[in-house]
């Protein structure tokens, strides 16, 4: 059962671009899609596409292929992205307030209803049409908006305590893009964007391709 | 040897976590650090934070510890980053926008200097005190002022030609922030931020575990 869960990952992964080139394809003004010219799109085995659709429910004709609409709607059905999700930012910072100009999160379902920061400075303010509002009244105002899902961008330092107190607040969903790995409960589920340790891979990768390339 | 590079990944990933932390110990006043004193802090085995720190070529007194600056000056050449990378970014549509206006790059020395759009309303203008260039400028100034990285987030249909285009232009190191998965030469290196694809996963998940509380 585990197992399974796991396999499904890189599947849902890829939802998204399929997504994209459906729409794509829509306003070409396709109608039926096969698995084969969206494997050629996304450069994937046609194998792969359709294990990846059957996923979300969505079934195509033999030797006809999928109707486009309804792949469209399958697929935002089980992402649930047809219904926009609330969602609270924590720590308007640099990178929070980077994300809360983001618009390309509303074509995923997700809007950032307000931002949270420990800075009174800060607080009462708006940012990209965002309010600011006090740490204090994150707890209230998910319980009483029935908010799920919470993006986590404060400094390092305060990743895991600001997360615990999300999590006591109710948050089952939290989108880390802090540093720092997170120790929370079995039932919270955690996305974790580690920018910084991306571009620490891709310096060191980037340092030893220059290096090779002078040896030569 | 392969495998070898395989294995520093994670280790070259929690660099920044490290620094981070040494950071905010030198703030504290300390001069000496222990992997036990890390260990803890990063939540991880005194063993790992070792080895770790091996790759970065540091080297601690046993039963003292790494001396902070010279720990932090470590790392910091090990990633390159203490001197500033200028790098490109092609696309300043949303997630374009709100990335050149993230001041946290900075403290990873990697400064972008400028950014390419195909949209010439948006050619000439400057977005967050960068200047927005013709894509038919950029392989004239990748050569010229010697870029090595680039930053893509242009739409996903656009997203192989784009990287195609800076390949050929002579850029070496691709942090791909498009939905798409790139086909590149193998002395290229390419990181993928995923976000849709994060999201995806982050969306499903939720579901399920909410369906999961419902049905107890």
């Given amino acids: 059962m585990v197992k399974k869960k796991v396999q499904k990952l890189p599947s849902i992964k890829r939802l998204p671009a399929y997504l994209q080139e459906l729409k794509a ?8 899609v096969s698995t084969t010219q969206l494997a050629k799109r996304l450069q994937l085995e046609a194998i792969v596409v359709r294990k990846d659709l059957e996923i979300t429910g ?21 992402l649930g992205w047809n219904n926009t999700s609330d969602i609270f930012l924590v720590g308007a910072g640099s990178l929070g307030t980077a994300l809360l100009g983001y618009k390309g999160f509303l074509e995923y379902g997700l809007n950032i209803v307000a931002a949270f920061d420990a800075d009174p400075a800060k607080v009462g303010g708006m940012i990209h049409d965002k309010k600011v509002l006090a740490m204090s009244s994150f707890t209230n105002l998910v319980q009483r908006m029935k908010i799920h899902m919470a993006i986590l961008c404060v400094p390092g330092e305060h990743a895991q305590e600001c997360a615990d107190m999300m999590v006591r607040a109710g948050i089952k969903a939290i989108w880390n893009f802090t540093n720092e790995p997170l120790t929370l409960p079995e039932n919270v589920v955690v996305q974790r964007v580690n920018l910084a340790g991306q571009l620490a891979v891709l310096s060191v990768k980037l340092a030893e391709k220059l290096k090779e390339e002078k040896a030569e």
Same sequence: chains 1, 2.
């Fill in 25 to 32: 394809f829509r306003k070409e003004g396709m109608q039926v």
């Fill in 58 to 78: 969505a079934s195509g004709s033999p030797g006809v292929g999928y109707g486009l609409e309804q792949l469209i709607n399958d697929i935002e059905t089980y």
